[in-house]
């Protein structure tokens, strides 16, 4: 099992930029990729950005060249930086965990809100 705990988020003005952090623990040698999901209510949720254990990275489209996806490995801990904030990225953004051995499965945090307004 892997346990995994976002912080930061909250309210934004538009062009504003903001960070949201995950942290996980428990079967973390298990992990093979980790990312950030959004969600807006009656909507599905998608990918924003994903990290493998590798490094390799992987953006969304439609934030491309404003959003960041890092990883501090001892602190087993994945940042998503969020610059140039535009009000469509508003939704709930919820941390991932993927694992494909022994069985795949992912994993969710709670989320966070984020809210890009005026």
């Known amino acids: 099992q892997v346990q995994l705990v976002e912080s930061g988020g909250g309210l934004v003005q538009p062009g504003g930029s903001l960070s949201v952090s995950c942290v996980a623990s428990?079967?973390?040698?298990?992990?093979?990729?980790m990312g950030w999901y959004r969600q807006v209510p009656g909507q599905e949720r998608e990918l924003v950005a994903s990290?493998?254990?590798?490094?390799?990275?992987n953006y969304a489209d439609s934030v491309k060249g404003r959003f960041t996806i890092s990883r501090d490995i001892a602190k087993n801990t994945v940042y998503l930086q969020m610059n140039s904030l535009k009000p469509e990225d508003t939704a709930a953004y919820y941390c991932?965990?993927?694992?494909?051995?022994?069985?795949?499965?992912?994993?969710w945090g709670k989320g966070t809100q984020v809210t890009v307004s005026s």
């Open positions: 991932n965990a993927h694992q494909e051995r022994p069985v795949e499965s992912d994993y």
């Open positions: 428990g079967s973390i040698f298990r992990i093979s990729g």
């Open positions: 990290i493998t254990r590798g490094g390799k990275t």
